[in-house]
């Protein structure tokens, strides 16, 4: 028993103290402090972290951005002094290796010569018959590389140059040569010996080559002559046939031919400042549609049209530049309209020099000026004086990086040119604008082409208001479902049924996206569009049905209803759904045969509705299934944690539930709620594979629930793979990130805004 005894303190033996002594208290506080400042120290250097890597991101981003709005720079270099005169030049050009100038000559010359030094390289003679002189000359656009001397007997001499490229010894050696596509020997374009006193020419290759050439005589006629060109695959002979037409006569004298690629529409500038346009697409029945005073009562003194030959470049005597192209009307004709004009120059304009590969042009004037502009973004990059005297000649090579101007003294000086995303502006992204072709200006993206001719269009529009129109209809479709599925579960349901209802609903967040959109794409759309009356049937008519049963189940006998336990009514709904839903697949093809005439897609498309297979309401459904784990369970969290003292204070005052849930539960719980309602949005608005899969990916302005679009972050899944580094399509799509990631950082800083001034409005309940 004594072993068994508690150890009582006598004066020889003190009680032990089990409390930490003072010097262990001072220890154990020093310790604490330095956890607690550590502590403090790594949540700030996170906190950090996250501001410094969301910096980076919006750093690096706009570092990329940043070319684009930078506008074109010129960098004079050597001058030198041809071996031709400039009374003689008639075209001066640089070819695609920036390394040889090429001059067309009053005398039916091309002369080659060093683009740095000016030193003649090679000189060619263009063949003319005897005491035949040259009387006009013409170049076409840049891509056709046809030139064509008018003649004094009437003919026309058409001529390319074109370049033999070898490596003897490694290094890269061009061998200049002219062609004659249609033949060494001149073309007969005036049988009655006229000198040709304006020329144009131009051709079209489809299957059989064919050309054509117009031109003004002496004598005051208007001629075409259609030139078709056949090669012979056993003899490698070149047959040539050609006609001649006579066009109605011109009201004006005219002062410049341009004719268009494809041989359909020739344009005729007169000496008063007027365009006249002619549709020659049936040369026997050639007419004159319309004159327009393209120069509003001034001279025009340089025209050219842009590659492609759509566009018509015009500059005045007074520095005025206007583009201006063909547009089709209500009657389905065309006319000449113009569509937009650019920074003035202030001096007579000289020459208009078209890129090769894009929609710009550069454009030299007598006061010394150089400008470069570009037609689809209506910019005009650089305008700045680089010469005492007037200029008279410019040219740009093919991957302008370099140009070639002459002033009227005949000195040529080589400039480096950086103008690398002149088709991008802040205007031309955010606002319609009137591409070749089209009717009136528009909101499109479309990035690239089969052809060399072709105008991008990089309109952002398209892509936001895709994000939005996806985001809209997965929200419209996962926000009830999400909220409502929320409230239930934390405040109606049995804590037994909660726990496999929640944790299912959160697995679902687990499941990968581009599952979702492979079965969205593959089997979802065509089974929506096979069944579209049962799918209406189940959005519209499934929540009546559960209502109805609801007020059936609430109007039966006690004794029945109390044999479900409270909590667990959900699960009487699961039958209720597969049946209604069965009943709805069966009747579909009745319903569609006797309302909608055995198809309803039919019927949507002849009262003027598009039907995509792939369109927002499959992105809706798709993207809702995805989006509902997040609303729901930030939502049920929100809702299962108000303060029971609330909720019991409520009923202990005689309110019912639903008045609960609606007076007290719901604005306790409206911060977590909305945040849950944001976080949503944002994983809908950053989705990509099953916006990807799921839609037809087509950049359409509209918010149509029945046709498809195309996402920010679907189109730089689908185009960053195949741009080119640091081109304007490269360039553009970083800025749709920026932009993708701007947006969603505005709506998560106010929707954290909102949710402080919920949280502060609500925290006295």
């Not at 030198?80 to 075209?91: D, F, G, I, K, M």
């Not at 040259?134 to 891509?143: D, K, L, R």
């Not at 590969?357 to 454009?363: H, L, N, Q, S």
């Amino acid at each position: 028993m004594s072993d068994l005894a508690p150890d009582i303190p006598t004066p020889d033996k003190p009680r032990v103290s089990l409390l930490p002594g003072a010097e262990q208290r001072q220890l154990m506080r020093q310790r604490r402090a330095r956890r607690d400042k550590l502590s403090k120290w790594g949540i700030t250097a996170a906190g950090y972290g996250v501001v410094l890597a969301l910096a980076t991101i919006f750093i690096y981003l706009f570092y990329e951005v940043a070319p684009i709005f930078r506008g074109a720079t010129v960098d004079a270099g050597a001058s030198y002094q041809p071996a031709v005169s400039e009374a003689e030049t008639r075209q001066l050009l640089l070819e695609r290796y920036q390394t040889m100038g090429v001059q067309y000559t009053d005398d039916a010359e091309v002369v080659f010569f060093d683009s740095d030094t000016g030193a003649t390289l090679q000189r060619f003679a263009v063949p003319l018959p005897d005491g035949a002189q040259a009387t006009s000359f013409y170049a076409a656009e840049p891509i056709s590389n046809m030139h064509v001397y008018g003649l004094s007997n009437g003919q026309a001499q058409v001529v390319q140059h074109q370049f033999d490229i070898s490596f003897p010894v490694d290094e890269r050696v061009l061998t200049p040569r002219l062609a004659y596509p249609l033949g060494q020997q001149p073309l007969t374009v005036d049988t009655e010996g006229q000198p040709l006193d304006l020329v144009a020419v131009e051709t079209n290759t489809r299957g059989v080559t064919a050309s054509a050439l117009a031109a003004y005589t002496r004598d005051g006629r208007m001629l075409l002559t259609s030139v078709s060109s056949r090669n012979n695959l056993l003899t490698g002979q070149v047959q040539i046939s050609s006609v001649t037409y006579e066009l109605p006569d011109l009201p004006a004298t005219p002062q410049q031919l341009l004719l268009d690629k494809s041989l359909r529409n020739l344009f005729v500038i007169d000496t008063t400042g007027s365009v006249h346009y002619y549709d020659i697409s049936t040369p026997t029945a050639a007419r004159l549609v319309q004159t327009v005073d393209a120069g509003n009562g001034e001279r025009i003194t340089a025209a050219a049209f842009l590659v492609g030959t759509v566009s018509l470049i015009l500059g005045t005597e007074s520095g005025e530049l206007s583009q201006w192209f063909l547009v089709r009307n209500e009657q389905n004709n065309f006319r000449l309209e113009e569509i937009r004009r650019f920074d003035s120059h202030g001096a007579e304009i000289t020459a208009i020099a078209p890129e090769h590969t894009r929609k710009g042009f550069i454009a030299v004037d007598r006061a010394g000026q150089i400008g470069i502009h570009y037609g689809t973004s209506s910019r005009t990059l650089l305008l700045d004086e680089f010469s005492d005297v007037p200029l008279t000649h410019v040219a740009v090579s093919q991957i302008n990086q370099r140009v070639l101007y002459m002033d009227e003294q005949g000195t040529v000086t080589e400039a480096e040119l950086w103008n690398e995303h002149p088709q991008l502006s802040w205007a031309a992204m955010w606002n319609r604008v009137w591409y070749e072709g089209r009717e009136d200006p528009e909101f499109i993206w479309q990035s690239s082409s089969g052809s060399d001719e072709f105008e991008s269009k990089f309109s952002l529009v398209p892509l936001s208001l895709g994000t939005l129109k996806a985001a809209f209809y997965a929200m419209l479709f996962a926000m009830p479902l999400g909220i409502a599925g929320a409230i239930y579960t934390a405040y109606f349901m049995t804590p037994k049924l909660r726990g496999v209802v929640k944790p299912s609903i959160e697995i679902m967040e687990a499941l990968p996206t581009v599952i979702l959109g492979f079965l969205a794409g593959l089997w979802l759309a065509p089974f929506v569009e096979s069944n579209l009356p049962a799918v209406f049937s189940i959005l519209f008519l499934m929540p009546v049905m559960l209502l109805v049963f609801a007020y059936a189940w609430s109007r039966l006998p006690v004794n029945i209803r109390s044999r479900v336990p409270e909590g667990w009514e959900a699960a009487l709904l699961v039958p209720v759904i597969l049946i209604f839903g069965y009943l709805c697949l069966a009747a579909s093809p009745w319903v569609e045969v006797w309302m909608f005439g055995g198809s309803m897609r039919q019927w949507f498309t002849n009262i003027g509705i598009n039907y995509d297979q792939r369109n927002a309401l499959i992105v809706g459904i798709a993207m809702g299934f995805a989006v509902i784990p997040t609303i729901f369970s930030i939502a049920e969290d929100a809702v299962f944690t108000v303060p029971k003292h609330l909720t019991q204070g409520s009923l202990a005052l005689g309110a019912t539930r639903w008045q609960t849930v609606v007076g007290v539960v719901l604005p306790t719980a409206s911060p977590g709620i909305f945040s849950a309602v944001m976080m949503g949005f944002g994983r809908a608005v950053g989705e990509t594979m099953i916006v990807l899969m799921a839609t037809g990916n087509s950049p359409v302005v509209n918010f149509n629930i029945f046709e498809g679009m195309r996402t920010l972050s679907a189109n730089i899944a689908v185009e960053l793979p195949e741009t080119a580094v640091g081109s304007s399509h490269f360039r553009v799509l970083f800025l749709a990130a920026l932009v993708l990631l701007a947006l969603t950082f505005v709506v998560n800083t106010l929707a954290e805004i909102i949710r402080q001034r919920l949280r502060h409005r609500y925290s006295n309940l």
